[in-house]
């Protein structure tokens, strides 16, 4: 909302020093800072006003250590996220960017089936939540429009540039370009660091590619968005972990805006995706201003209404930057999670046909919940994961000089 009114000021008007919004680093920083005073300033009002309405989690008894003290704590704080990414994206970005717009719609939506689970379970004594089915069709159905979205809006591009971008004494030599609509995306180790979806389903007509483009993005946006959910299992480990790849996220989006870091690096350069920092910027700083109450021991905790929308986010920001096949590396906490599930129950449903009896891999899935019967103290399991989840991303930046 500000973006146009400063833009007016600095052209229009020519009033000094509003030429600084013209700056992603400038209103990223702002839309970071923004997300924190809205999460921490306002986060105890939240908490206060979800006590007062009997928002608490009713945790089942799983056998865990420090379980009971959970009981009762204050849950649907994804709203403090929410707002945390919403408000500064819609102050400092341009809103009518279409990445921006596909961000906040996934948002709101996600966001949306999230508080109708967490509100069945809490309002209705519902432990169950929304219908397993409704939620797979909410998420099939932003898939639907985020994948028909890259597909045919015009806007969404990738800029080839005619020979590569130089700097001589201190001057930078801009060449011609042309903005090519291709459904390339990023995969290291092949040529160029490119796959052509095009080609991988073009054996089977031109009009079937866009159809399997689209089943494509409704996985892994189910997929992650289902992951984050899972990982949301005990204090700080879901917010922590999404704030790291949304950093790491920023980054390839400050690269992918950028005409000279993108050839340097070997990245795909997307006009106009330099808008989508100043989204990341709020997203880390709304998981980041959560954290400040949902750390061990948890004041708050997000419920669906943010692990859901978190996860779905995450999906759709790498889709929008072409990154969507580094995932299984950034997101590997949340793969690690949902294969822990996975395994554990195709196991166990396996050695029960066969031999009679359930078997299983782990103590118990989640994986985190493995390792909390193992008595390994939650604030310790959290911390490895976190640094686990550092060391993924590192090593997806690190995909990005890999030919």
């Not at 003290?69 to 341009?94: C, D, H, Q």
């Not at 790491?248 to 340097?264: D, E, H, L, P």
């Amino acid at each position: 909302m500000l973006y146009p009114i400063f833009e007016y000021f600095d052209q229009v008007l020519d009033i000094p020093g509003t030429g600084v919004f013209r700056y992603i680093s400038f209103r990223a920083g702002m839309a970071a800072l923004v997300s924190l005073i809205i999460t921490i300033t306002f986060g105890q009002n939240i908490i206060s006003w979800i006590r007062n309405k009997q928002i608490g989690e009713a945790v089942r008894d799983l056998g865990l250590e420090g379980q009971a003290e959970k009981k009762g704590t204050p849950t649907m704080g994804g709203l403090m996220i929410m707002a945390g990414i919403i408000i500064p994206t819609l102050l400092f970005a341009n809103i009518n960017n279409i990445y921006i717009i596909l961000l906040l719609a996934t948002t709101v939506w996600l966001g949306g089936i999230g508080f109708l689970d967490d509100y069945i379970k809490v309002f209705r004594k519902n432990k169950d939540g929304l219908a397993g089915r409704f939620k797979i069709i909410g998420q099939v159905g932003i898939g639907i429009v985020v994948g028909a979205t890259l597909y045919f809006h015009e806007g969404v591009v990738v800029r080839e540039f005619t020979n590569p971008v130089s700097i001589e004494e201190g001057v930078v030599e801009t060449p011609a370009f042309r903005d090519v609509k291709t459904m390339k995306t990023t995969i290291p180790f092949l040529k160029d660091n490119e796959l052509n979806y095009e080609r991988v389903f073009g054996f089977l007509g031109e009009a079937a590619t866009p159809i399997f483009y689209i089943l494509i993005v409704i996985f892994i946006v189910t997929a992650v968005s289902n992951g984050a959910n899972i990982t949301d299992g005990i204090d700080g480990l879901a917010a922590g972990t999404s704030a790291i790849i949304g950093l790491t996220i920023a980054i390839f989006a400050y690269i992918s805006g950028n005409a000279i870091f993108s050839q340097y690096l070997n990245v795909f350069f997307i006009p106009n995706s330099g808008e989508l920092v100043i989204f990341c910027a709020a997203f880390v700083g709304a998981c980041v201003g959560f954290l400040w109450y949902n750390a061990y021991p948890a004041q708050v905790f997000m419920g669906d209404t943010g692990s859901l929308m978190l996860g779905g986010v995450i999906a759709v920001l790498s889709l929008t930057l072409r990154k969507e096949l580094l995932i299984p590396i950034l997101c590997g906490i949340f793969v690690i999670e949902n294969a822990s599930v996975i395994i554990q129950v195709s196991y166990f449903k396996y050695t029960k046909k066969k031999y009679g009896e359930g078997r299983r891999v782990f103590l118990m899935s989640p994986l985190h919940h493995h390792y909390q019967k193992k008595n390994i103290h939650e604030a310790k399991i959290v911390t490895r994961f976190w640094i686990l989840g550092i060391l993924l991303a590192i090593i997806t930046l690190a995909t990005l000089k890999l030919r």
